[in-house]
Nanobody
Framework: VQLQASGGGLVQAGGSLRLSCAASGRTFSSYFMGWFRQAPGKEREFVAGISRSESAYYAEYVKGRFTISRDNAKNTVYLQMNSLKTEDTAVYYC?????????????????WGQGTLVTVSS
């Protein structure tokens, strides 16, 4: 499986962006999909995840502002980001796991996209 993340860019605080992650292959629907982010000088952190049955999970710092969704017909997972803050600035990565609820455990994700940069200005 190859993952291609897109949709990053520069946005003002309070604005919105939608990230997309397109997957190759015909087994996309069997994966738990996650979004992570990594700011300069910081460790990669979990943002959101969505299960095969489309249950969604969020980190506390994005809950109520970000929404994860998936379209299995298009082999794509999305991250709608609203009310963006300067602290959301990071490279965002999508990842795929065969686990049921891998959540923030990066070692349980076997495929990673290349990342897309989100910059939120004040």
């Amino acid at each position: 499986v190859q993952l291609q993340a897109s949709g990053g860019g520069l946005v003002q605080a309070g604005g919105s962006l939608r990230l997309s992650c397109a997957a190759s292959g015909r087994t996309f629907s069997s994966y738990f999909m996650g979004w992570f982010r990594q700011a300069p000088g910081k460790e990669r952190e979990f943002v959101a995840g969505i299960s095969r049955s489309e249950s969604a999970y969020y980190a506390e710092y994005v809950k109520g502002r970000f929404t994860i969704s998936r379209d299995n017909a298009k082999n794509t997972v999305y991250l709608q980001m609203n009310s963006l803050k300067t602290e959301d600035t990071a490279v965002y990565y999508c990842a795929a796991s065969t686990g049921a609820q891998p959540m923030g455990s990066t070692s349980r994700y076997i495929y990673w996209g290349q990342g897309t940069l989100v910059t939120v200005s004040s």
